[in-house]
Every structure is written in C-alpha cells, then in structure tokens.
C-alpha cells in the first residue's frame, strides 16, 4: 500500500504557495499544524490587507490556511500590550490579555467582544498592522467557571509542547491516501444493544477512528471492548472523536492515553470543557467510593493537552480520506453528530451521538440535513415502540402546577438532577416561571457540580438555541444569571437552607438518581414533612433510591456510615417527565422522516435490545431503508 | 486477562501422571506435543500391556496420551530392523522401514497393512516388546506418488526441527483459559459474496484461528484481506485449518509463512499432500505467465514443515479454548468440514468448505450430524433458486451414451479436466463402463497432472465411499489402478496418440476450462475432424475457451505464440453436467433439513452475491433459521 510521503506532500505544497504570493510579500516557512497549512510570514499585514490571497491559497490546495508572522517581525509584549489597550476603546471592557510566542498569537478577553473586533474586524486589522501579533478576541465569562479558566490557562502554560503536538498531528494527517482497493467499515466496541459504554471504531485503509469511548456506571463491564486487535495497540488510532460530554461517551477517553495513546482528540469546545468536569468528579467519586480508579487527573490532562476543538459547521481533515464536521444534535451543550466524508466523494457516514429532536429550552432541535449522507449511526433509548413522552410544553405546565401546589402548601420542592443539561433546563424553565410571573419570586437553590455546569453554559451562549441566543446577545438577559439563583457554596449554607429556611424554596441537587450527593442531605431532612415535594424531572434506573421512592415505598432504607436508617415517606412525590435530553421514539422517527438526504442505511444503538430490534424493523419496514441492531464485537461495512 | 501459564499447567498434568501410573512403571518425562501429552517410559513394553493405563490418563487430563520409549532403552537401528523383519510375516510384504529415534518411533511399510499388524495388534505389541520402539504401520502406496513420498521423506528429514514445532505449538495451545468475559466471533477475509480467495478468522478472547487462506485466480483481487489490524501480525495466529486443498481454499497459506506466520496448519493427510500438488503446480504456471510469484517452494515446505495431519473424527485441542475436529465433506479427497467446539460445552460452529451432499463415484455424502452444533458457514456455488443438476446417475448414462455415439462414429472423446476429483469421478464411470461391458474396452490417457492426483487417491483408499473402499480392500480391486488408464508422460506420447491413434480412445486432460495445459494440443489437431467429441463435464467459467467452445462457436481464436489463429470447429461438442463437486440448490436445502441437531444460524458465503442472498433468505423462510450472508471485512458475533 504505497502513498506519498508527508515531506513530499509538504514540499508540493510550499511550491504551490510560493507560487501563489507576490515576491513582495515574504514567505519565511510553511508547516503542517493539525489539519491547517500555517503560513510564516514578515508581512503580516500585507497578509491581512489582501484577504483574498488566503482565500485563493485555500482554494487551490483544499486546506484551511493560517498566516502568522515571522518571530522576528514581532512587537515585544509590554508595547504591544500598550498598543492594543489604546487601540481597543474602554467600552469592550478587556478582561485580560495573553501573549503566545511560539505561535505569536496574542488572546484579548473582554466582556464585549464585538466592541474590541471593530466594525467588519477593522480593530483586529489595526493591531495587527501596528504589533504584528495575530490577534484572537474571547468573550469574559459573565461568571466563573472554574474549569473552563483552568483548561485556558493549562493550554496557554503548555502551549510550545502542543505546537509540537499538533504539528506532529498534522504530518500524521497530511501523509498521502495509499493506492489499494477502498473500503469502510465499523467495529462495535461498545454501546451497541445496550445504553452505557458507546465506543465505535471507523476503520478504512488509510484511517483508524474512534467515536467516543464511555464508561457504563451501572455495570461490572464498565468498559467498552478495547482489548482487541482491531484497536490495539492504541497507537495505531489516529483521531478519537467525542460526541458529546456524557461519560457513557467520554469517561473512557483518558483511558487511551494511559495505555499509549497520543493522537487528537475532536470534539466542540464545550465539550471539552464539560467532559473534563464529569471525568474529573469521576475520579473523585471512584476515589471517595473506594472502587478502583481507571486513570489519572494526568491523562485527563493528555485529553486536553491532545484536544482540537472545532466547532459546529467546521469541516477539518482528520485523517488521509476522512474529513469530520460536527453538527448540532440537541442534547447537551456542545453535544454533536459526527459526519465522517470518507474519500473523495466516496461515503459519507454520521455518528449521531444522543439527540434531541425538538426545539428545547436550551437548544436547537438536532440537524438533520446534510450535504450527503449514506449512512448513519443511530440512538435508540427511547425506541420502543411504547416510548412517547410528553412535550416540553406539557412538562413545563406539569412543573408550574407542581411549584404552585408546594408553595400553597408553604412547602419546600426538592429537584434531583444530573448537573449537566437537565439542570439548566429546569432553571430556565423556572426563570421564565418567575419573570412572567406565573409563580411567586422565590428562591432557587444549586447544590453540587450544577453551579460549575451552568457557569460553562454561559460561556458558550453561542451554543444555545436561537431564542436564547438573541435574548443573551440582543436583549443583554441571561436566564441562568437571574438573581433567583443561589449557589450552596458551604456545608453551613446547606443546613441552613435544610432547617431554618422561612418560606417556601426549591433545590436543585445531584445526583440525578439519589445514589448519593447533596440531595441526599435535603432528601434526610425534608421526607417527613408532608408539605414538603420532591419532584422527579429525569430518568430513574431500577435498584435506585430514586426510583424507589418513585415507585411510592413508605420507607426508604439509606446506608448511613454502614448503619441502613429507614426514612418515613411523608413528603409528595411527583414525576414530571418530558424533560429529557433524547428524542422519544416519535421524534426519532420524524428526525429519520425529514431527513435530507434519506440515508441508504441506519445502524441502531444506545439502547435496550428489544428497544435496538423494535425500532430497527420498524423504521426498515415504514421508510424501506436497509436498517440493522449491531451488536457489540460485530463489525459491519459500508463500502 | 490472566491465565494460567503452561508451565503450571505441564507441572500440575505430570504430578497427575505420577499419582496414576504404578511406582513399578518408569515415568522418566512428561511434555506437550501439539495437543497430545508425550510420556517417556523406560518400560514401553509395560505400558503397552496395561492399556487400561493410557485410557486412564487420557480420561483423566481429558488429553490425548502418547507413550515414548525413553531413548536409553531403545534397540539399536540394525539390530532393531532385523528383529522387525522377523515379526512381520513375508506376506505382510514390507517395502521400507524408517526409524524416527527423536520420537523413538519406526514406521513400517507394507503392501498389507493389516498383516504387519497383526490380530489385534498383537505383531505391534511384540515388536514394541523386543526393541522398545514405537511402531507405525503404513500402506505402501499401489502407485507411487512423487508428492506423497517427498512429503514424507521430507518429514522424516526434518523429524528433529518437526518435534521442536510440535513442542512449541503445545505450551502455546496448553496455556490456560484467560478469566474474562468470554465471546465468540468470526471476521470475513475473503470468499464472501463471491467465489474464490475464501478465508474466516475465528476469534475468542483466547484464540485467533484462520480457517482456509485461498486465492481467487480470477480476480485482481486475488488475495483475501489479511493487512487487517483484525489478522496482523501473523504470529498472533494460534493456528490456520485448511478445510480442502483446492487453491481457492489452500493456495495462500504458504504467504503466512513467508510474512512470519509459524504456528500450526491443520488439516486432513489427504490435503496436505493435494494441496502440496497444487500449490506446486500454482507456482509453476504463475512463473510460466510470468506473473507476479506470491511465495516461495521454501514456504510451501514451512507449510508441511508445521502440518498437523488429523483423521475425520479425531477431536484435537488446538488452543486453549476451542477443540477441532474434521468431518467428510464429500467434495473431494480429504476434503472436511471442520467443527470447533469452543470453551466446555460454551458454544459450536463450523465451516463447510466445499460440500456434495450426494453419495458420488468416490466419495460419502457430507456429514451433516454432529454431537452439538450452534452455527454453520455453508457454501452457496449453486445456491441460487434455478441451481438444479442432475443426478449421478443421469450423468453416468449421458457420458456412456457419448462415449457409444463417439465409438461408432470411431472418433475420439476428449475431455477437458481438473486434475483434483472431478478426473478421478470419471475415472470410475469410465472403468465402470468398460467392466459391465456396456462400453468397448477402450483406451483412456491421462495427461497432465491427473496421474499424480490418481496416484494420491490410491494412498488413502480409507477416504473414499463405502462401496470403492470394500471394493479395495475386500475384493482387492482398485477401479483407478484399472490397466485401461494409461500414462501421458512425454511429448512424444502425446503426439503419438494426437496424430496416430489407429482406433478411438479417451483422452482426460487438463486444465478444465481450456486456458492452457496439455488439453490445448489434443483440441488443436481433433478438432477439425466431426467424427470427434469434446465433453465438458466441469464448470466453464465466462471468457474461457471452454465457455465459447460450449457455446457452440463456429471459429475458437487461440493464442499461439502472440498470434491468434482460428481453429475451425467441427467436432461434436457435448456437456455432461451432474459431475460437480458442490451440492446443487436441493441437496444444499436437503443438507439443512436433514441436519442434526438444527443450528441455530446458517451463514452463507461461497457463492456470487445473488446466491448468496437467495439461499439465505429461503432457508429463513422454511425452517426458520436465523441465515445472514456475510460480506468480506464484516465480523459477526456469536456469543
């Protein structure tokens, strides 16, 4: 299987830029940085005032282009952070300002970007002319998150070793397609007939991909099927791509970089920053849980270190033939469909990843429309034929009567949720219920990871649905940074909400499922009093204390230090579904109905066997498309 | 995944062996040797008396024992050789004796096997008494074989490098089971969805076994998709079973040599030493189209170098976990179906090859019960839904009646073949024809490599159906030594009959479509002459000249040294089908129905894609069977 080496590829393309820039503008080095062609350059600003050349570069060679300038034609950082700060007027409200040498890009956070852009860039424009830094405007978290300031920072202190490592990426990727007979075909390595563990492997001649790489919480084979030859040795991988930040998706992904690994990672910039939040409280609860820890905080840096970030709509070269683009898919911040271009022209595949088909109050429904498409990987956990759930309007109504209900009562409502995604749903829901006045001003308090969560959210607002959108960017309101949102930062502010909170309040606490977490504080407490509800808005799995008082038992037994305390049910009990974050199994047929293209083939996973099976055969059956329920080990091919 | 290491394993079955055998019996060794467990004993003579020990052992380790003289005790060569020949009785009519004192075994080679033997072995027993060698009884072959006396002269030279192998295989396959969960799945290398180049790997957390690694000649494609992560390295491989030695099914594997395969080839004495032929022979033409060489004739001795030769029935371990063993396939000689019993009673499956579900000329129908079966790959050659042939018997009275026709007409039949199994069918119709009388006694020249295939045929006459093998061995007839065959074997010859042949005659010759070999100079001269016949009794693939003579083509164009010249046809031209080696679309179904116990699933491959998929889904629908046809780089699983 021969195929051009990457020094013979590179040396192609220098000829070919070279041939394309005027001789009055410098060319001092080309390389390969990931999927991009980076441009050196003493003329930066010659660069910048002709957009076309860019333009014209990236056409003849199909590659995204970066221009940066020459090291040695940059302004030293103490002038030139002067320079920018006169430049960009007072009202874009600079935050902070970071140089970066080795890549002479220099990162300006202001509250306002807009503002510090100028109009059609011209701001941009003028620093680069008067510094040559190449210059990147970030927007300033309106809060804090603490994860999404860490990875930032970790990036930047680390920022020679990952030129190093995306330049090795990009040589990786840049090798030529060798000249054998195509073909495409999946592995199954987890996921498949079961929710927990989705793990996918993309194999071609020329690319070896995996799509996500989870862990399954709720049983002994937590882990997906790794130890085979198609994917070992890990080195022989070259991207892994995360659909979105759940960890029955990305729990595992550090994993790959203890056992050796050391390619990229794809995924949207939320997700990166979300996925680290869940895999770090993964250790920490594995830890606490005295249960064997699978990795270190230390590959969950390799993660993030090896991380190429690309947003919604952003075609990148991954591999030889393989070209991804992630699309929106509804369910959780920055969580994406996966399209893999294979060959020029030859397949198109689509890994859908969880999806919300329906407008939530966070996010747009999952795209169903591509370019083209052949072939795409579907979930199924609601895709029984039973599986229907009522509207978002419905629950929102349900909630409403719910709150109205408890407060008449001058009782407490206590939420369960995962930190990620419901929870900020229901506090949007429950803003909106206060700012229209449908419900009293009352206090609503976040208790756990939820806080860190919500403060991720507003810092990708570009990442929420239309509505929301323009009323963050038009109308200057956030819903998640309504003053009706308390954090619980100290046990003391948690048993003071507990016993000595005068009116009615609601709490939203992990975890999701009440196998432990700071709902459980509340739970201990606030069971006895009749007045008080506790109101389930997510799914609840079998052998769960939330689904047994779901299900209504009188009392509930509670491990307490070794001891079982059975706790008195006196408290409501309410369920309000209809908040979930995957599509029922009505929107997962009209998602396959408007589809566009309708796909030659659809591979069901995620989700129960007879769940995988039904909705398999009904969809062959209603739509006529070639339909299938891999199981795990199994390998299917496309092409 | 830990398991047990072997040398554990070898110290736990030796004390085993010690705590059996009485202290009055030596043990002076205990060690592995492919699947059997090799104890040396410094009284072989003792052992030999006490069969119930052996018996005992074997239940015991669940392992075939064999018991070797310790090498001080044994009789020196010359002395040892005249003891044996006082034994043996004159009519026992020894042609050789070799002695092996690796193995400390003699093997004697007579005309009458069972006389060297002995009643009840009891000749064995006294040599085994008087020199304390281990003796093997073979058949001296009727006529000589060149591939069956240098295969076996070749092992005998190599005896000292062939135990060491056998001695590795054994610690690899005697590790233990590793602890995991267990699964069992097959991976489709080639001949799926089409014919040629058939090739599966059986995979389990224990074991990578390749079954068949044939050639398509064909194609382009000619080699079956072994750069799979899936199949690399080839070390990785525990071990490649050959179901059959026809080059669709054998002809790659010496290519696993040649890029670092060394572990074990198991299949039947038959196909070793027919697939040597063919392989050989492969070699030949490729060199003489001077076309690309795939290996080596120092590969194809690797081959028989690591070959564990093993009867129909005999159940061998052949690794940890799984257990083979061969059951007549009736296609050709030697040709098996090869069962795995995988894990202790977790999980059976096998692989058809080629199967002829019908008692032929020489062959057993195919075995279709078997103590336990789960799943089964089966051939679809003529599994489509028109893929009806006649009977054996309807093909015997078409070829008299062309053989009557010809003769008055005092013509010459000629009659294009393969020289594995279809020659030898006809073979017996023609002597069977000439003994009843219902034909003339005429000649019948074998040209080309039919002789040496003949001449393999006669050394395993226990292989060959009921009827011929009692024949053989009851009444001492062997229809293939018949003194109506005669031997081509040299250019003049050839031309003597072609061009001075006074009265009619038979001439079978190969290759079977007509795209070269001796069959060529034989069409060129006849012909132009209608007294003459041309019967084509074997497949004729499209674009061959055999295809476009069955056609009824007014002028063949042959290739002659760069021209083409046209050979005007007058010869009658006649097709006498029911001869094939593949069980037609009613004996496949017939297969089905009748097998015992029903597997669970059929999966179909061997066949063009329309058969493939015709057979699947008919098979389905009547007995309810769950059937898939796979396509090549798909992997199914089965548990």
Known sequence: MAYLPVDDVLREIKGKVRAVIPPSIDVSDVEFEGALVVVYTKHPDKFAKNEDLVKQLAKMLQKRIVVRPDPSVITDIDTAERK?????????????????????????????????????????????????????????????????????????????????????????????????????????????????????????????????????????????????????????????????????????????????????????????????????????VAAADAKKIPYSAENIRDLIKHCIAIGYGDTTDITPDVRLTFHNAGHILGSAIAHFHVGEGLYNIAFSGDIKYERTWLFNPAVNRFPRLEAIFLESTYGGREDFQPTRKQATERLNDIIQTTVKRKGKLLVPVFAVGRSQEVMIVLENLVRTKKIPKINVYLDGMIWEATAIHTAYPEYLNNKLRSQVFQQGENPLLSDIFKRVDSHEMRQKIISDHPESCVVLATSGMMNGGPVMEYFKEWASDKKNTIAFVGYQAEGTTGKRIQKGWDEIPLNNGGNVVNIKMKMQVETCDGFSGHSDRKQLMNFINNMSPRPERIIFGHGEESKCLDIASSVHRRYNINTNALNNLETIRFR
């Open 84 to 284: 920018i700060k006169n430049i960009i007027p007072k009202d874009a409200e600079i935050t902070n300002i970071y140089f970066m040498p080795e890549v002479g890009e220099v990162i300006i956070e202001a509250v306002k970007p807009g503002v510090a852009i100028g109009k059609q860039g011209s701001l941009l424009n003028e620093i680069r002319k008067q510094v040559n830094w190449s210059p990147r405007i970030i927007r300033t978290p309106p809060i804090q998150s603490k994860t999404v300031k860490e990875i930032r920072g970790y990036l930047r202190s680390m920022s020679e070793e990952r030129k190093e490592i995306l330049r090795k990426v990009g040589r990786r990727l840049h090798r030529g397609v060798s000249d054998g007979e195509k073909f495409i075909r999946v592995t199954a390595l987890g996921g498949f007939r079961q929710v927990g563990r989705s793990c996918s492997l993309l194999h071609t001649p020329d690319s070896k991909i995996m799509i996500d790489c989870g862990v399954d919480v709720s049983s002994n084979n937590s882990t997906p099927y790794l130890h085979l030859p198609e994917v070992l040795p890990f080195e022989t991988l070259d991207a892994v791509v995360i659909t979105h930040a759940h960890l029955d998706h990305s729990g595992l992904v550090p994993l790959l970089y203890k056992y050796g690994y050391d390619g990229p990672i794809y995924c949207t910039p939320p997700t990166r920053d979300m996925s680290t939040l869940l895999q770090m409280d993964y250790l920490k």
